[in-house]
């Protein structure tokens, strides 16, 4: 594996849980303060929902609550709540202007959901984790279906942008579209791990050359990748695809973009092995026309008004509702 690896943490079924909120009608003034983080057009978030929330969120991060200092702490706790109150309060709009969504879909999303998880098990822990029985995360389910459907409605559907918005977004941001300097090649690996003897790695090293001097005598790099090479693409030849600088590693990237294409390396030696590079095809940096990212630029500026159209959504619910806060700090 020669490209770079970046870790990519799956959040969605933490999205899904983020927003938690077991809603219970109001009741005394002093039940209240002492159960309720927040009364919302009198239906109560409790304090309960607002630190399972909390938790979650601390988990998202990597951050244990016990380490944390008490200002970032009760930052983190505040910013949660707000987004308690924000989805609260789309809620309710969708259940006054009587939004439905079906049942069937309910289930469809819940069981998508538990497929993101290794067995049934598995999603019961994470569930018993922030004390949810699987018909409460059902409801929760629910909820957010509700509020999406209630966003696509009232904002999504109304995110439209014009050909003169799109090419003036063009003119003013030509450097967020710049395409870096591009390599296609294709390679032939003799792997070899780390504890390797001396020996037995220039064993590799001279099989490469070898190699290399059957590729100067006219042999097909291609099919001499899909004989030896270690690396699995060498059934496809070798083929890398198109690569920038910083896709691959640093050894790797240096001898391929010094290559001229159709030249190929000599042995060039990497944390996976030694290699044979053919260069291909070269594309220089470039700023692509306009008509080339059309449909990038109209998803950028949608997902703009789409996100500015939520936030002001949510302010104008906010105006109109009664409020109280209880949370101290």
Same mark, same amino acid.
């Given at each position: 594996?020669?490209?770079?690896?970046?870790?990519?943490?799956?959040?969605?079924?933490?999205?899904?849980?983020?927003?938690?909120?077991?809603?219970?009608?109001?009741?005394?003034?002093?039940?209240?303060?002492?159960?309720?983080?927040?009364?919302?057009?009198?239906?109560?978030?409790?304090?309960?929902?607002?630190?399972?929330?909390?938790?979650?969120?601390?988990?998202?991060? *990597? &951050? @244990?609550?016990?380490? $944390?200092? !008490?200002?970032?702490?009760?930052?983190?706790?505040?910013? /949660?709540?707000? #987004?308690? %109150?924000?989805?609260?309060?789309?809620?309710?709009?969708?259940?006054?202007?009587?939004?439905?969504?079906?049942?069937?879909?309910?289930?469809?999303?819940?069981?998508?959901?538990?497929?993101?998880?290794?067995?049934?098990?598995?999603?019961?822990?994470?569930?018993?984790?922030?004390?949810?029985?699987?018909?409460?995360?059902?409801?929760?389910?629910?909820? *957010? &279906? @509700?509020?999406?459907? $209630?966003? !696509?409605?009232?904002?999504?559907?109304?995110?439209?942008? /014009?050909?003169? #918005?799109? %090419?003036?977004?063009?003119?003013?941001?030509?450097?967020?579209?710049?395409?870096?300097?591009?390599?296609?090649?294709?390679?032939?690996?003799?792997?070899?791990?780390?504890?390797?003897?001396?020996?037995?790695?220039?064993?590799?090293?001279?099989?490469?050359?070898?190699?290399?001097?059957?590729?100067?005598?006219?042999?097909?790099?291609?099919?001499?990748?899909?004989?030896?090479?270690?690396?699995?693409?060498?059934?496809?030849?070798?083929?890398?695809?198109?690569?920038?600088?910083?896709?691959?590693?640093?050894?790797?990237?240096?001898?391929?973009?010094?290559?001229?294409?159709?030249?190929?390396?000599?042995?060039?030696?990497?944390?996976?092995?030694?290699?044979?590079?053919?260069?291909?095809?070269?594309?220089?940096?470039?700023?692509?026309?306009?008509?080339?990212?059309?449909?990038?630029?109209?998803?950028?500026?949608?997902?703009?008004?789409?996100?500015?159209?939520?936030?002001?959504?949510?302010?104008?619910?906010?105006?109109?509702?009664?409020?109280?806060?209880?949370?101290?700090?």
């Amino acid at each position: 594996m020669l490209r770079k690896s970046f870790p990519i943490q799956s959040i969605t079924a933490i999205i899904i849980l983020l927003f938690l909120n077991t809603s219970l009608p109001a009741s005394t003034e002093q039940q209240t303060e002492d159960e309720a983080a927040v009364v919302v057009n009198d239906v109560v978030i409790s304090k309960k929902t607002l630190d399972q929330n909390v938790t979650i969120v601390l988990r998202k991060k *990597g &951050l @244990l609550k016990n380490n $944390l200092p !008490q200002d970032q702490l009760l930052e983190i706790t505040h910013q /949660t709540l707000e #987004e308690l %109150i924000d989805r609260e309060l789309l809620f309710q709009e969708s259940r006054k202007l009587g939004l439905l969504v079906e049942e069937k879909i309910v289930d469809q999303q819940y069981e998508l959901m538990k497929k993101m998880y290794p067995d049934q098990s598995t999603f019961a822990e994470k569930l018993s984790a922030v004390n949810l029985s699987e018909t409460e995360m059902k409801l929760q389910v629910e909820r *957010g &279906l @509700l509020i999406r459907r $209630l966003i !696509q409605e009232k904002v999504v559907s109304r995110a439209q942008t /014009t050909e003169d #918005e799109r %090419i003036a977004f063009y003119e003013k941001n030509k450097n967020q579209f710049k395409q870096p300097e591009m390599v296609r090649a294709q390679h032939i690996l003799v792997s070899f791990p780390p504890s390797m003897p001396a020996d037995r790695k220039q064993e590799a090293r001279e099989k490469l050359e070898k190699i290399k001097k059957r590729i100067k005598r006219g042999e097909s790099f291609s099919a001499l990748a899909n004989k030896f090479s270690d690396d699995p693409n060498g059934k496809n030849g070798g083929e890398l695809g198109y690569f920038d600088r910083n896709k691959m590693v640093e050894p790797f990237s240096r001898a391929a973009f010094s290559l001229a294409v159709n030249e190929v390396s000599d042995v060039v030696e990497t944390e996976y092995g030694f290699h044979l590079i053919k260069v291909l095809d070269k594309q220089p940096e470039r700023i692509p026309a306009f008509g080339e990212i059309k449909e990038d630029i109209t998803q950028l500026i949608v997902q703009k008004k789409i996100a500015n159209g939520i936030k002001s959504y949510i302010k104008i619910l906010r105006d109109k509702s009664k409020i109280k806060k209880f949370l101290q700090g």
